[in-house]
């Protein structure tokens, strides 16, 4: 037996506990939250064993906690919650709509229920009226609109800790510095973007075509969906990014949410691509969004006053150069905050102080 599982053994039981229900999704926020480099893997290594358990452990040595991630909530009973001294339950989105969190208080008076939001999407008027309601110890969330500060902690990058992890870009990070243009290509058109829209996003083909028609052989669009491979192998398109984020002259992006909705706003994995590549960008999204990321990051946003003064700028390809320099701390910058794990300061309060 190697002697980090023997260390393993005789490891003195945590004072801690944590729950999260779910695996896939929520292994992403773990990981987001604590960093997957702090946490200890304690559960088989055996992909058929892995597949088929219903219960994943990690163990977390800042917060002296065991971890688990379980597939339902009647797994709960199987890790003993009730032997830890100090229990969080991260509650999921069908515990809220059901009042389940009613049953975790009542079987386990010492835990406190935790509720994150990493979506790229606002709550829902039900979900939010739940949600007020329910007296969540902590709620975390990417996403902003009225109210929101009423019941949570916004924190409008939070949904980059998720999606570093989920697209797989987590693999990425030693070849990050390797790949890239230095250089503008006259091979190809000044601006790439992606053109996929669905029904509620048919603003973005509105915008685009106006553009096409007034500036042409200026944008290069792309649907990113083409045939029923990419429908389903949706989680490769995300390396096809690599491509249209780093070898390309500017990226034109579109967020998820109309531009022109100024009520509420979130950041997608639209707009971290882009931050992670360091290619200059230009996005489309609401005004507060744009202004709390120019805050931090360099947007093209800064450099012009609208979307067709970006397009129409005859300079682009002198310009290059400057741009390219400016965007290139946007990766540094966005991985400082990734590798910031400040959430774990908030699990170590909720776990030792007394629910009121």
Not at 143 to 159: E, P, V, Y
Not at 184 to 204: C, G, H, M, V
């Amino acid at each position: 037996m190697q002697l980090n599982n023997m260390a393993q053994l005789y490891r003195k039981k945590p004072n801690n506990i944590i729950v999260f229900l779910g695996r896939r999704f929520e292994l992403c926020k773990v990981f987001g939250l604590f960093g997957k480099e702090n946490l200890v893997y304690q559960s088989e290594f055996d992909h058929k064993i892995y597949s088929n358990s219903d219960i994943v452990k990690y163990y977390f040595s800042e917060l002296d906690a065991d971890i688990f991630l379980l597939n339902s909530n009647s797994k709960i009973p199987a890790v003993k919650v009730e032997d830890y001294k100090n229990v969080i339950i991260v509650v999921s989105e069908s515990d809220i709509y059901n009042q389940t969190y009613k049953i975790y208080r009542e079987k386990y008076p010492n835990c406190k229920l935790v509720f994150l939001w990493f979506n790229g999407e606002v709550f829902v008027k039900p979900l939010f009226e739940k949600c007020k309601l329910a007296n969540i110890d902590l709620i975390l969330t990417g996403s902003n609109q009225i109210g929101i500060n009423d019941i949570a902690t916004f924190d409008f990058k939070l949904s980059f800790k998720f999606f570093y992890y989920y697209i797989g870009y987590y693999y990425l990070d030693s070849l990050i510095n390797k790949i890239g243009q230095n250089k503008y290509d006259e091979t190809q058109l000044p601006i790439f973007t992606y053109s996929k829209a669905s029904n509620e996003s048919s603003w973005r083909s509105d915008l685009l075509n106006n553009l096409h028609k007034k500036y042409p052989n200026t944008i290069c669009s792309s649907n990113s969906i083409n045939d029923s491979y990419d429908l389903e192998f949706t989680k490769y398109k995300h390396f096809e990014t690599i491509n249209d984020y780093c070898y390309k002259n500017y990226n034109l992006i579109f967020e998820s949410i109309n531009y022109k909705n100024n009520g509420e706003y979130f950041a997608t994995e639209k707009t971290f691509k882009g931050l992670f590549f360091g290619n200059p960008f230009f996005l489309v999204a609401p005004s507060d969004l744009v202004a709390e990321l120019s805050n931090e990051y360099y947007l093209l946003n800064s450099e012009y006053k609208s979307l067709d003064e970006f397009v129409s700028d005859k300079d682009l390809q002198y310009k290059f150069d400057y741009f390219k320099e400016k965007s290139k701390n946007n990766n540094k910058k966005l991985m400082n905050y990734i590798k910031d794990y400040k959430y774990t300061d908030y699990f170590k309060k909720l776990l030792y102080e007394t629910r009121i």
